[in-house]
């Protein structure tokens, strides 16, 4: 197949130009003649784009997948994961219209040994190989989509579930961590202490939890329908499927944020993209009118817990979790233990698990099964033990 563009020198760049055989939006530039005409080879083949590597179309894939999507941290994620597991090793570097099924067992298999990876690790990571040969076989440079017959036959690496007293707070900690919050509230009056006492009794995600809007009291029930975020490559803030959503209010970077490495942006959805209702308990109750009486004058769409112009933020969470810890004496625990220790509360007094995946936002039941964990302390297993097996 000839190269349907005219190739020309540009003396203002000096390079030599031509538009890209498959798409012709794109340009394609080099220092010389023989440069380019190298770089068009694998494009003008019989079969365009075979002799592409997937080191090649990653970028193009990157920016297609930045168009369909609404969450710059998952793009962040596949980029933190592009150099970590596949930049520059041997398959990413052969064309991919000729690389083979086997070639993709030996390669898949060998990467979970290697990393020792779990199944839901790999099912991660391997969605930037799999969704550029979708790319590949949608842009017509290979007519078969070989990816789908991957098999791994190693066996993954099996997570161990943590001993209960390092992932949630047992029930003396949380009786002495309870207390320790309304003290240091009483003597600070920050709402950061009542964000973190008011977490106790909802389990959200940490920044469902500092996305709180007054207008999300809806009665007996707080609404939680959004997040904020720490968004860590701001240069994703450029790129136009992201702007748009500037534009049009589906992302808000927070305000007094100047010169910051990293931006908090407030996003019009939850992790999951589903809403949900959560009830607020008596003490929830007694919280939010402690915040209102801070507040007098707030307005629906102010923050719960903004202070002096800023909103609180998923550090701000986690410091007072970490000083509060300091206080009772016992190891730093941060933000998703107090999530983890809402569901495992619930479970011990029989609370279905259906009920403990709405609170908390599940999709998947069996995620939820992993947030849950024994609160006893060691004296009252103990003693239940010798209850239950007493002659």
């Excluded at 790319?135 to 290979?142: L, V």
């Excluded at 809007?213 to 499927?241: A, F, R």
């Excluded at 308990?281 to 307005?299: C, F, G, M, N, Y």
Aim: charged share 25%.
């Amino acid at each position: 197949m000839a190269h349907p563009y005219k190739i020309y020198y540009n003396a203002k760049r000096e390079a030599w130009i031509t538009p890209h055989p498959l798409d012709y939006k794109k340009r394609i530039q080099r220092k010389t003649k023989e440069a380019l005409l190298e770089a068009l080879e694998p494009l003008v083949l019989d079969k365009p784009g075979r002799k592409l590597t997937m080191s090649d179309i990653y970028p193009d894939w990157l920016e297609y997948k930045i168009q369909i999507t609404d969450s710059p941290n998952t793009i962040d994620k596949h980029e933190q994961h592009w150099h970590k597991y596949f930049e520059g090793t041997p398959l990413f570097l052969k064309p991919i219209g000729d690389i083979t099924v086997e070639d993709l067992m030996i390669w898949g298999n060998s990467l979970v040994k290697k990393h020792d990876l779990t199944s839901n690790k790999w099912q991660t990571i391997k969605t930037i190989p799999k969704g550029i040969f979708q790319y590949a076989y949608m842009k017509q440079y290979i007519s078969d989509n070989i990816f789908d017959n991957l098999r791994i036959t190693v066996k993954f690496r099996q997570p161990k579930k943590k001993i209960s007293n390092s992932q949630i707070f047992t029930n003396d900690e949380y009786e002495a961590i309870i207390n320790d919050l309304w003290t240091s509230f009483e003597k600070k009056k920050s709402k950061n202490y009542l964000a973190v006492l008011l977490n106790f009794m909802l389990g959200l995600r940490v920044g469902e939890l500092t996305a709180l809007q007054w207008s999300d009291i809806c009665g007996d029930y707080i609404y939680v329908h959004q997040e904020i975020t720490l968004l860590q490559n701001t240069e994703l803030l450029n790129k136009p499927n992201f702007l748009h959503q500037f534009e049009n209010g589906s992302i808000k970077t927070l305000p007094n944020q100047e010169n910051q490495k990293y931006q908090y942006v407030l996003v019009n959805h939850t992790k999951t993209h589903a809403e949900r209702y959560v009830p607020l308990v008596p003490e929830a109750q007694k919280i939010i009118e402690t915040l209102r009486a801070l507040s007098p004058d707030h307005r629906p769409n102010d923050f719960l817990f903004e202070q002096n112009g800023k909103n609180l933020t998923i550090r701000g969470v986690n410091s007072v979790l970490e000083y509060a810890c300091k206080h009772i004496g016992i190891e730093p625990k941060r933000s998703h233990a107090v999530r983890r220790t809402v569901a495992s509360r619930l479970s011990a007094v029989q609370y279905s698990p259906d009920g403990i995946r709405d609170i908390l936002g599940h999709q998947d039941l069996a995620t939820t099964m992993k947030y849950l964990y024994d609160p006893q302390t060691s004296a009252e297993q103990l003693e239940k033990m010798q209850r239950a097996l007493h002659v």
